[in-house]
């Protein structure tokens, strides 16, 4: 069965720092894999996703990630955030045979001016 | 213009109720899902519909009980509220189960007295 790693709960940065969030997934078929953004009181949006082919996406806002395929891994990075980047975020994963998302238990990206 | 639409918003009501919520989406989408986010923010997949067909039901008290009267609408009824029923709700739908990636609508936060 497929599970999906965020190892840390809380990163705390500060304004135009970069930042990394991780995520490990663990399968043992192809996997699709996401990163969706919650902010206060609203529902999740899509970041980002790998399905196939290159190993480095882009998303929204500057975020990216990059599928590691030897290391079971799918880290979102950003250059540099904002204040509003202040959010919770989420991996999220699903094998090919199957029909549900697995998530993560999210990461609380806190941005400090 | 809402894609994911869900109501209430809010759901303050007393143990032992029966409760309604309501979920519509026009984004044209064939599937449609209900997710359950405990007060550590872990999201975990409830039902899932497509076409109207139950595809997803995981281990949920048969309290819940999912109806979809059409494709754009999934409604989740929930019968004796508990006090561990308290949490966010939220709705999603895809078009397909597979690679395209799911929309959410903005939660309903139920808090049982």
């Known amino acids: 069965a497929q599970s999906v790693t965020q190892l840390d709960s809380q990163v705390p940065v500060f304004e135009e720092a970069p930042v990394e969030l991780r995520c490990n997934y663990s399968?043992?078929?192809?996997?699709?894999l996401f990163w969706y953004v919650q902010y206060p009181n609203q529902g999740l949006q899509l970041l980002l996703k790998?399905?196939?082919?290159?190993?480095l996406v882009k998303g929204i806002n500057g975020f990216e990630a990059e599928f590691n395929k030897s290391q079971t891994s799918f880290h979102l990075r950003k250059p540099s955030v904002h204040i509003s980047d202040t959010a919770e975020y989420f991996c999220a994963g699903r094998d090919t045979g199957r029909r549900a998302l697995t998530f993560g238990s999210g990461t609380r990206l806190q941005v400090q001016p | 213009d809402t894609a994911v639409s869900q109501t209430p918003k809010y759901l303050v009501t007393q143990m032992g109720n029966d409760k309604s919520i309501k979920c519509e989406q026009n984004?044209?989408?064939?599937?449609m899902y209900w997710y359950k986010q405990d007060s550590k923010k872990f999201l975990k997949i409830m039902f899932s519909?497509?076409?109207?067909?139950?595809?997803i039901n995981e281990t949920v008290p048969n309290r819940f009980s999912p109806k979809s009267p059409d494709k754009a609408h999934l409604n989740l009824h929930i019968n004796s509220l508990e006090l561990g029923d308290s949490a966010v709700y939220f709705c999603?739908?895809?078009?397909?189960?597979?690679?395209?990636?799911?929309?959410f609508g903005d939660g309903t936060r139920l808090s049982i007295l």
């Open positions: 399968s043992s078929v192809s996997v699709y």
């Open positions: 519909y497509n076409n109207k067909e139950l595809i």
């Open positions: 790998y399905l196939s082919g290159s190993t």
């Open positions: 999603a739908s895809s078009q397909g189960q597979g690679t395209q990636p799911q929309h």
């Open positions: 984004l044209g989408h064939d599937t």
